[in-house]
């Protein structure tokens, strides 16, 4: 409840700030948008999906089990549904749907989503690095404005910094940084568990695959509007890094998605006004996408499995 009521609190606070010819923008916008870009998107994020249910398949198969593809679709979409409603439950819901019709124990099916989180998880870090590495330009030229005796100081602290922080984090008994620790092993653990596996680099391609669509489902829609149509690839990460993270403070990005999205977006020349613009068309059209296919799949799979 309360991530909902935040989003809410966001857009009404952050939209209340807009004049009425801003306002009146944003629906002119909306209402003249080239909605075959929107299709396009749609096209890209059905083929991620897609793409997720099989690349489960490898992660399935050596504890022997081979569900059907139908069902492993039908399972991931569902997924997305409930964590409309309950942020992270689709998790569950996912790994109960398989254990009711393809008599995968919860906690097998459970531990295998875990496992495939985490090659998500490394994949987001992988585009955050090439943000950053294609902004290395903005950084020195931040350095290069400084004096000096500044950078001296500015990277001798940062460094020390760095060097008591990492000793610390390290070495603490603190609850929190031992949970990060944790965190950072497993990941480096699920990576390496990858190439353990016995299709391991088909499983490598559809991890690429579904971020390479996730990108461009973000990609082809700022060609639904002018002011977002020449937008450089530094910018489109940039704003689908600051969407990702709007996904995961809200229901599926409720409120928040449009202004996180916006607020990159200004950083490259976009005014609020098509920045909103943007990021309802493209939150808006992939809600819309999960509750139609989550939606359709929750009534089918009883229907599909109707021997269970």
């Not at 299709?39 to 083929?47: E, H, I, K, N, P």
């Not at 016995?198 to 559809?206: E, G, I, R, T």
């Not at 449009?258 to 006004?273: K, M, R, S």
């Amino acid at each position: 409840m309360f991530p909902i009521l935040l989003g809410a609190v966001l857009i009404w606070y952050y939209l209340g700030k807009f004049s009425d010819n801003q306002i009146d923008q944003i629906i002119y916008d909306l209402k003249n948008a080239n909605y075959s870009w929107i299709m396009l998107s749609l096209v890209f994020g059905a083929l991620s999906h897609l793409s997720r249910a099989y690349r489960w398949h490898f992660m399935l198969e050596p504890i022997g089990y081979k569900p059907r593809f139908a069902n492993s679709v039908m399972a991931v979409l569902v997924a997305y549904l409930l964590n409309l409603v309950v942020p992270r439950s689709g998790e569950i819901g996912r790994a109960a749907t398989m254990s009711k019709y393809e008599d995968i124990p919860f906690e097998k099916g459970f531990g295998t989503i875990v496992a495939e989180r985490v090659s998500d998880v490394i994949m987001l870090l992988l585009i955050l690095g090439v943000v950053f590495f294609l902004q290395t330009d903005l950084i020195l030229d931040y350095f290069s404005d400084t004096d000096p005796v500044q950078k001296i100081i500015l990277l001798s602290v940062l460094l020390i910094a760095s060097f008591v922080g990492f000793r610390l984090f390290k070495k603490s008994k603190n609850p929190i940084l031992i949970k990060i620790r944790t965190f950072i092993k497993g990941l480096i653990e699920g990576m390496s568990s990858v190439f353990k596996m016995k299709k391991k680099w088909p499983f490598v391609f559809h991890t690429f695959f579904i971020w390479a669509m996730y990108v461009l489902m973000f990609w082809v829609v700022t060609f639904t509007i002018p002011e977002t149509s020449n937008l450089s690839f530094e910018a489109i990460l940039v704003g689908f890094i600051a969407g990702a993270i709007a996904m995961s403070i809200t229901n599926g990005g409720f409120g928040a998605y449009p202004v996180f999205v916006a607020q990159a977006l200004v950083l490259y020349g976009i005014n609020q006004e098509s920045g909103t613009s943007f990021g309802l068309l493209m939150w808006a059209s992939q809600t819309l996408m999960v509750l139609t296919f989550g939606g359709l799949s929750f009534l089918m799979l009883p229907i599909y499995n109707k021997e269970k």
